[in-house]
């Protein structure tokens, strides 16, 4: 018994004495000890007491931890493909509730027609972006036979890497996997009727719903959405909002300009929040590195970071890619230890640093995040008291996103689309081409124009984007989807005057369009009660995206204006000409091409 005992008991406390001799061996180098600091600066060192606790408790939550890397991979590698666009709503759904009434009285009636016929229909507001999909999705969120997805735009459609992965990525976005939640009305307070779309049962029938303006844009989307619902059991409807081409324009621009109202608050908050960003990430690396796995993240990362810093999701998770980047490129590969040293140096070494070189965990997390990106040894900027300093530039000012003003930014989308015609000319048909050489767009078939947007955008591009004028080119895009295989009678049109003075009347025909009951919104022409609601549905999205229902403030220069409504006068004309000689659903009548 004794014998058997001994051994054990030997090998803990050699592994004991090594772990001991490590961290001391580290700590006495220098620069190896772990900083920590508070929000409010200033630095100490974790004891070994501290290591050894961190580690034991490591080690204990292994299996946990193995769990949530997994899952926290999935979750990564699904997230890395998403664009810009793609980050901006996030939806607990859990707090989804609107109040509405009379809903009781509508869902009295039965089922409605798709669960009848046991189909399941998806009604996707495919376009247009800034022509109010948002209130779209804020009524349709709100529809007791609609289930609508837990964040407004899904991006699937738009998306070759996610669409590659299947439909049933796509159906995750629902809360029962895909399948039609039915909910039911409970009494709420003032005796009004509180739609809860949680709390139900489940059934693979009805009608669900999403709002992905980008997808009529993205040249990809339509032809995804023809082939994957074309059984009559799983069937697609797609609502199309119009505006003014012009106006629509210049709500891009305005929501571009808060964007990056948004990106520079972010940057203050990586500055203020410096500090905190620093220990989270020491401790981070310290787990990375006794993983021994590259992949494997340490839970709890992104909790341990302010969340001035994680609500900007697209933007922190590309801050932690560059992070990440970064211990790879401190990696030694064949020498774990070295890894850890030349890992830790780039960090610990500042927390001795006062004025040479780093002042601060500020400064150098300042520049890690606006400094182009260099090769390793350029990185090192010399010796700080206390340790070598690495002076670490992870993400280049790419990221780093401007806006021009408005005539050179939409100068630049005029010259863009000049010089595209330029160089298409040989080998575009000739028909549509004015004496002088230039496109003559009220000339255009709706095919020819269809194939000159075609050759002038490349889509889909990333990042802030820069499509004022192809963005409000609805026509083509129509046409391109119809080609894709989008049938038109599918398709429903919908004028932004029409849905603005009167939304009932709009929604009705919706509601028939998509085959569930007549609904009455209470909400529905009161934009205070619509913005509450859409906030409730998508809490996320006007944080991130400076999203809002009135985009208040800054006029559209009137010079501009007028270029732009004379650049779009014929694209009106031949919308209008697409639509009134197709099958399309909804109106015909566009208010913003009403003198043609
Ligand atoms: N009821 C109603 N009907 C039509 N349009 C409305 C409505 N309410 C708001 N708006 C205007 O829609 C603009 C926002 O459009 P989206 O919600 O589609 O924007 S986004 O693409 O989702 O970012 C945004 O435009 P701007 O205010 O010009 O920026 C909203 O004012």
């Not at 998306?159 to 990525?169: H, N, Q, R, T």
């Not at 005029?414 to 330029?422: I, M, S």
């Not at 009705?508 to 609904?519: L, M, R, S, Y």
């Amino acid at each position: 018994m004794r014998h058997r005992f001994l051994p054990s008991v030997f090998i803990s406390l050699v592994i004991l004495i090594c772990i001991g001799f490590y961290y001391s061996n580290n700590n006495n180098n220098g620069y190896m000890s772990i900083s920590v600091s508070g929000e409010a600066g200033g630095y100490d060192s974790i004891s070994h007491n501290t290591i050894f606790k961190y580690i034991t408790k490591y080690v204990a939550s292994t299996d946990e931890m193995a769990e949530n890397e997994a899952e926290d991979e999935a979750e990564d590698e699904a997230e890395d493909e998403d664009e810009e666009e793609d980050e901006k709503d996030v939806r607990t759904d859990e707090t989804k509730t609107s109040t509405e009434e009379g809903a009781k009285d509508e869902r009295a009636g039965g089922e409605s027609t798709a669960e009848a016929e046991n189909k399941l229909t998806t009604l996707i507001v495919a376009g247009f972006q800034k022509c109010g999909t948002s209130v779209m999705a804020t009524y349709l969120s709100s529809h007791p036979e609609i289930s609508f997805s837990k964040v407004k735009e899904v991006h699937y459609f738009d998306s070759e890497k996610k669409f590659a992965k299947g439909i049933e990525l796509y159906d995750q976005h629902w809360p029962s996997g895909g399948l039609k939640e039915i909910s039911s009305h409970t009494a709420g307070k003032d005796d009004k009727v509180v739609v809860s779309v949680n709390s139900h049962s489940y059934i693979d029938s009805g009608v669900r719903a999403e709002a992905t303006p980008y997808y009529v844009s993205s040249g990809l989307a339509c032809s995804h959405i023809a082939s994957t619902f074309s059984s009559p059991s799983n069937d697609y409807r797609l609502v199309l909002m119009l505006r003014d081409p012009t106006d629509r324009a210049w709500s891009e621009y305005k929501m571009q300009m808060r964007r990056l109202d948004d990106q520079d608050s972010f940057l203050d908050a990586v500055a203020r929040h410096a500090d905190n960003l620093l220990t989270c990430f020491s401790t981070y690396m310290l787990n990375t590195v006794l993983v021994k796995d590259k992949r494997k993240r340490k839970p709890g990362f992104r909790g341990c970071v302010h969340k001035d810093i994680t609500r900007s999701s697209a933007r922190y998770r590309k801050l932690e890619s560059a992070l990440w980047k970064m211990i790879n490129k401190f990696r030694v590969k064949d020498d774990k230890e070295g890894a850890i040293r030349k890992t830790k140096e780039c960090w610990v070494a500042k927390k001795d640093g006062d004025d040479d070189g780093f002042t601060s965990a500020l400064d150098s997390i300042t520049m890690m995040y606006v400094e182009e990106e260099e090769e390793i040894d350029e990185l090192l900027v010399g010796q700080v008291p206390g340790g070598t300093a690495f002076r670490v530039s992870c993400l280049g000012p790419k990221f780093l996103e401007r806006l021009p003003k408005p005539e050179e930014a939409f100068g630049s989308d005029f010259e863009e689309w000049e010089k595209c015609l330029e160089s298409n000319r040989p080998t575009m048909l000739s028909g549509p081409f004015k004496k002088d050489g230039s496109f003559d767009v009220g000339k255009a078939t709706i095919d020819e124009l269809t194939e000159v947007v075609k050759l002038c955008y490349r889509i889909p591009i990333k990042g802030i984007q820069r499509q004022f004028l192809y963005r409000s080119m609805f026509a083509p895009q129509i046409r391109r989807c119809v080609e894709a295989g989008i049938e038109e009678d599918k398709i429903y049109i919908v004028d932004d005057v029409e849905f603005r003075e009167n939304p009932g009347k709009v929604m009705d025909d919706i509601h028939e369009f998509a085959g569930v009951k007549p609904f009455t919104y209470a909400i529905a022409g009161k934009n205070k009660e619509i913005e509450k609601a859409f906030d409730q549905a998508f809490p996320a999205f006007q944080k991130i995206t400076g999203w809002r229902l009135d985009g208040k403030g800054l006029e559209m220069p009137s010079d501009l204006r007028k270029r732009v409504q004379e650049f779009f006068a014929p694209f009106n004309g031949a919308l209008v000409d697409y639509l009134n000689s197709g099958n399309f659903k909804g109106t015909k009548l566009l208010n913003f091409a009403s003198d043609l």
